[in-house]
């Protein structure tokens, strides 16, 4: 049975000096990108523009809102991102050409409702794991108003694009199904950092599921010291997941057989688990896969032994201790 493929298409919305940060990412001027192991540098030769930015993205912003005649505040939006992307079963096979064509037609159908003049930069990404075209454009109207609220709109336009983009790319690609808005799954689109920082997270539960099991009656000391040190980064780690997945209104979408099965486990896991931990994430993430990553971090905190705990608590008082009383020498 074949896998569903979905035409893609995200918008996001950018006011100020996050506008540089997400050029840095689209341009790839950075030099390293140890923050997004996802880039295969030895690929980025395979990126490709479809429309290059004649100068930097604020400052080409700045100049058509200029131009336009348009009045900015602090909090105006000055750029919008639009990703456009499949989903990786409709990619695979696809030679560079067959790709770009179908980013080809991505922008034929943005430009029947956005003036191309508007559009800095159509950059599409090959270097990481599924092909996809960053859009950034400024968001003026056919008037010449600087509007992205009319442009991108509610959750009723944002339901308007989705219908819109798939009725077109279907004529090209019959296989595409309609792609979701977050607006209709009533979710929030979550970053793709999100699901880099669980990568990390995934790593850092590896390295301690390989010390759980390898604790014995003969290594306990050394290993509880070195678990001990990892949790200092790894307790944090999934606090600020829960914290990320929680601001991103995360939800499940499962059966009602599927959810009771989850209120049964985060009940089990409130129970045994300390309040940082605490895993109201479980009744709000998103995504199947985050949601199983989620409860393996949750889960390995249960499986290390009570002494290991009690080790790292006490290590973790003593170093904090240590270090108040060289800041008040």
Known sequence: MSQSQYAIMRFAKYKGPEISNIE??????????????????????????????????????????????????????????????????????????????????????????????????AVVHMDEKTPHMHLSFVPLTADG?????????????????????????VVKCPDLERGESASQTGRDHIPPRIFKEMTRLNRQRQKLDELLNDIGPFNGKKRAAEISKLLDGYIPAVEKMHTQLKKYNVAFTETATENKRLKKKAAELEQSLEAATKTSVLKELRDAQLRRDYEDALTLLERIPKEVIEFYQTSKYTRKDHENRNESR
């Not at 108003?145 to 077109?168: C, M, P, Y």
Request: aromatic share 14%; glycine share 4%; with cysteine.
């Open 24 to 121: 840095a990412h689209n341009e790839r001027t950075k030099e390293k990108y140890a923050s997004n192991p996802d880039i295969d540098l030895s690929r980025s030769k395979y990126n490709f523009h479809l429309i290059e930015p004649a100068g930097r993205y604020r400052a080409e912003a700045e100049s058509q809102i200029q131009v336009a005649g348009c009045r900015t505040r602090t909090d105006s939006v000055r750029v919008v991102e639009t990703m456009f992307t499949a989903t990786p079963e409709f990619f695979k096979g696809k030679k560079l050409p067959e790709v770009r064509r179908y980013f080809e037609e991505t922008l034929r159908f943005f430009e029947q409702y956005q003036s191309r003049e508007t559009i800095i930069s």
């Open 145 to 169: 108003r600087l509007s992205a609220k009319e442009i991108v709109g509610n959750k009723k336009k944002l339901t308007w694009w989705q219908d819109k983009f798939w009725e077109h790319m």
